[in-house]
């Protein structure tokens, strides 16, 4: 098990279930059964995914410019995610009064 972990494995297969929940999440967008666009769908899930791209990429040896790479694109992704959601509460605002 020690091994699993350590090779990051462990990491391929989260990023592998994320993948496979934004496929889903999309399907269902398609269906109208799932409220989020998947822009949407993907802002929630992209800044995670770098994340875990990070951990993987320290636990292969990468260099450090990757690395903070990954860590940066996960801030950028995330700060656009939450510009988007106060633009739509903003919206949202404006409607109700």
Known sequence: MN???AS???IDLVLSLIALEAILL???WRKGRCPL?????LL???PGTCLLLAARAALAGADWVW???L???ALVIHLTDLWQRWQERGRQG???S
């Open 3 to 5: 091994e699993f972990f």
């Open 8 to 10: 990051g494995h462990s």
């Open 26 to 28: 999309m399907v269902l």
């Open 37 to 41: 666009s998947p822009l949407s769908t």
């Open 44 to 46: 929630i899930l992209a």
């Open 67 to 69: 690395i903070s790479s």
């Open 71 to 73: 860590f940066l694109v």
């Open 94 to 96: 404006s409607v109700k």
